[in-house]
């Protein structure tokens, strides 16, 4: 499928959050068009996962817009400012999970179709790499060490998104920590993971949704969930809350062959 195969690739940067797109080649970031307002605004972060398919979280498209209203931008690091590398597409398509609950964020996922004139519409670089799907039996250990990243904001209350690529390191909770009891009492259904950074520095935050949450199996990258909400970020000892991809699986073959 494509010229893109999802490999392992991993380079950390150390010292900081700030992450280079080549540490990170899947994710995307989905821009707007709105009617009445000019420019292309940030609206959430993606993940590719083949050369024309992307996953983001079904969250991220409420207002209902039109495929031709959004743009989908691979291998860039800073937000807002266009490189010589990246890749930019236009949306042939996209499907919003059919039981995506507003009210519980059950079901956040969304799958995006690139449009290409070609076959093939990523195309493998050192900045844009698609990452593997989990295998259907997949089963991470408690507490294993997975990788976040995004544009969202530095903190809870900060107005702005950030201007730079970041990265987290979180850890795969024991479902008997990713409960209503945990999570001041919200409805979390076993197709949501938690994940968090047990030192309580990590989380994903308001801008990041539809990012990846990945790790490192045997020699890929597997996507195991997709950043869906939270209380407020970073939180002593709440975790974020992710969409549990290996639950969608099927969701994802069959919506990529309609
Ligand atoms: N719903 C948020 C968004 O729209 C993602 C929040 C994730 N929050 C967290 N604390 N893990 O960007």
Redesign the pocket.
Request: proline share 4%; charged share 10%; net charge negative.
């Given at each position: 499928m494509g010229l893109l195969a999802c490999r392992v690739r991993r380079y950390r940067i150390k010292g900081g959050s700030y992450a280079d797109i080549a540490a990170h080649p899947w994710r995307a970031a989905i821009f707007v068009k709105y009617h009445q307002v000019p420019g292309e605004h940030f609206l959430?972060g993606g993940i590719l996962i083949s050369s024309c398919w992307a996953l983001s979280?079904a969250?991220?498209f409420e207002e209902g817009f039109s495929t031709n209203q959004l743009k989908i931008v691979l291998g860039r690091t800073s937000r807002a400012t266009p490189e010589e590398n990246e890749q930019k597409f236009q949306v042939k398509n996209y499907t919003v999970h059919q039981r995506f609950d507003s009210e519980n964020f059950n079901n956040d996922i969304a799958l995006l179709q690139l449009k290409s004139d070609a076959e093939d519409c990523a195309v493998e670089t050192g900045t844009v790499r698609a990452a593997c799907l989990p295998m259907p039996e997949l089963q991470l250990p408690d507490w294993t060490e997975c990788e976040i990243s995004g544009y969202?904001k530095n903190e809870e209350f900060s107005p702005f998104y950030s201007e730079h690529l970041k990265e987290g390191h979180v850890r795969l909770f024991p479902a008997s920590r990713c409960t209503a009891q945990y999570l001041e009492n919200r409805t979390v259904t076993d197709s949501m993971l938690c994940a968090g950074d047990t030192r309580n520095l990590d989380?994903?935050?308001?801008?990041?949704?539809?990012g990846p949450l990945v790790c490192v199996k045997d020699d890929r990258m597997d996507v195991i969930g997709i950043?869906?909400?939270?209380?407020?970020?970073?939180r002593k000892d709440?975790?974020?809350?992710y969409t549990n991809v290996s639950r969608y699986l099927d969701w994802i073959q069959d919506t990529m062959k309609l």
């Open positions: 959430c979280a969250h991220c969202g989380d994903a935050c308001k801008g990041d949704s539809g950043i869906s909400w939270g209380i407020g970020c970073g709440i975790p974020g809350v």
